[in-house]
């Protein structure tokens, strides 16, 4: 294991995991206490978790990435660097969570969720903007949300919703392209719809 890597106590690291390597002057992968780090992750240099990491197989953690306490990066997930997910968020098998966006407390990501960060892909030098999920919202399995958008607070993306324009709080947005309705009264508790 890299010495540029502080791991809190109680921390489960599979023998292939691997910790890129840093260069001079790069902060160290910091783990809390508690990690769980599955078979085949790649975690990069100044990346900090909380207490409670878990990792699916194969997840990818790029630099500069914060992560709150008890977070769960499924398997295959990429998270790719300079992001800022809060506690308690779930981003399951296969989501996708690019640079310069916030995720805040219990967010759920359905499986391949793609959220993006670049309005015209190759064509125009603009500043990447990802998108900003707010807390208890939920975003579904192979949902696309697009660079800039604000996802509200206890708002749910349905699954296959492709989101162009922001969420408000507790609305469901659905269809291509998505449109909001009013949610149902909410069961007890966050991301149960």
């Known amino acids: 294991m890299s010495t ?3 791991l809190g106590e109680n921390c ?3 023998a ?6 840093a260069g001079p002057g790069t ?3 910091r783990l809390g206490d508690g990690a769980t780090v599955r078979s085949g992750t790649i975690i990069y240099p100044d990346v900090t978790a909380g207490p409670n990491l878990t990792t699916g197989h194969n997840a990818v953690i790029r630099e500069g990435t914060t992560l709150g306490a008890d977070v769960v990066v499924g398997t295959d997930v990429v998270v790719d660097g300079r992001a800022s997910i809060g506690s308690r968020v779930s981003m399951q098998t296969g989501a996708y969570v690019p640079p310069e966006t916030t995720i805040a407390d219990d967010v759920f990501l359905g499986p391949h969720a793609v959220l993006t960060n670049d309005p015209y892909p190759l064509r125009e030098d603009v500043p990447l903007t990802g998108p ?3 807390s208890d919202a939920s975003v579904g399995a192979n949902a696309t949300v697009l660079p ?3 996802v509200g607070e206890r708002a749910f993306v349905a699954a296959g919703a492709v989101v162009t324009e922001d969420v ?3 609305t469901l947005a659905k269809g291509v392209p998505a449109t909001h309705h009013e949610l149902p009264e909410p069961l007890d508790g966050p991301n149960v719809y």
């Open 132 to 134: 900003a999920i707010q």
């Open 4 to 6: 540029n890597v502080q």
């Open 27 to 29: 902060r160290p992968v």
């Open 12 to 14: 489960d690291i599979d």
């Open 16 to 21: 292939s995991v691997r910790f890129e390597s």
């Open 148 to 150: 800039g958008v604000t």
């Open 168 to 170: 408000p709080p507790d």
